[in-house]
């Protein structure tokens, strides 16, 4: 398999301060253009699936790359989204955990998508309080499986649209022994990382990739 892990496009929490952060922001105009640019890269690829992440952003980001009618099989992962959770708020004393969209509202998005079945329209984080940095290593470890289990070692190609510190911490898993991730500099809107998986084991390709983007188009706050 060969998974491409894909940071969403810039959201309108990256354009602003941490203290303005919403729990669920759509992609911003210049978003919208980095999507288009990926987009129009990811067509010169022979690409067979596409996951994402049920954050509205990362939907966003995978309508664009479905946008011209490509035959992809797409779906939506209730366990990919970013590290803590959907919450409103900043700082530990204020934050609100939030239940994220439900499935109807996913589906508005990306009505071709494969929903998971544990996704319902009460909101794909409903009842859950913010994630530990733990809970999201143990979930990081389960997702890479899933993506080995449900794709296996074979040619298939794969694009995830997700998240910064999701991607480090899975790249950390994968790479345990070899690198730590979270060493790593910024992930960039839309930057791809290429992963491996050969042999019962993932090799890193490339990392953090944004040669589809002019310079002006280049960001990558994470907050």
Known sequence: MQLYLIRHAESENNARLPYQRVEDPSITAVGRLQADSLSRWLNTLPIDVLVTSPFRRALQTSRQILVDGRSLQSMVWHDVFECGGCFAGHGQTEIRPRPGLGRSLIQ?????AQVDDTIGEAGWYVGRVKETDEETRVRAAAVTRRFAETFGDSNVSVVAVLHADFIRTMLSHMLHG??????????????ITKVDLTDGGWRLDWLNSVSHLPPKLITGVEW
Do not use: I
């Not at 508005?108 to 071709?112: D, G, K």
């Open 108 to 112: 508005q998005e990306l009505p071709t």
């Open 178 to 191: 070899v690198a730590d991730a979270h060493r790593f500099g910024p992930l960039r809107n839309t930057g």
